[in-house]
């Protein structure tokens, strides 16, 4: 008889199974927003850093970084001796940062130590293209930079007339203040004030945010401009377009904290400030771990 009842289903087990499957329910339920509410903040991404020094530097590379992606990497800025800088952080990261796997390029401006390494990058990725390897990289930039890039570049590489920026660059606007994507990021660009036309860049994805100055001379709403980032990357150098580490000392602390830095001297003095300088083949995490 019992087991009849239970093969029919008793009403108190009815009960129980209902009981038990919501408290099941309610569990994977709240299992699936706690996972949640504990993967969401964890989601970042990682800036592989290639070069920290200035334009006069005698023993590092332009200041860069590599971010890698689902496709590949997205470059900011490519300074001189890419391919070394690259080798270089590759060793030390332990990260893969092979040049024919750049599918995008970030131009922060157009001095020698923050792109004189487009012409090998480009050159390399135009014979492989001829070989039928691959594309040539999309390289992003805002629209005064992006108007003087083949002016810059078509002396050494326009090949007597017959190739263009074209054959070497799918070169794509950012247009001031309007989120664009760069493949799997949301990168913003603001104006920089510096020598010639530039640009910082916020760079996000899964809710972080990268946010890299580029050269600026100190400008208060330019770091406004970038407060809201997990990490902030600021330049400094001792120059007037350029942004001196006493002008970073005297921000709050809070912003402080979130402020790594880049573009030093030589000879620059770590005891000076409480702002620590980011250092080549660093994987810097976004958020910080
Ligand atoms: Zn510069």
Redesign the pocket.
Known sequence: MASKMHGAACGRCWGDAVILSLIIGYTRHSLRHISRAILLPAVSFEAIILGTGS?LSEIHFGSSAALPWRDGIVLIDCPDAILRALAHASKRSGRALDAMRITDILVT?L?G??VNGLETIGWKRWIAKLNGLGSVPRLHTIEPVARRLWERLGPAMDQNGTLQLADYFDLRIIPVGVPTRVADFDVEARPAE???P?CGYRISQGGATLGWSG?TRFDPAHIDWLASADVIVHETSESR?HTPIECLNALAPELRKKIRLVHMEDNFDQAVTDMVPLTEGEVLAVPPR
């Open positions: 334009a401006h001095h130590d923050h510096h020598l010639i530039g050269d377009v």
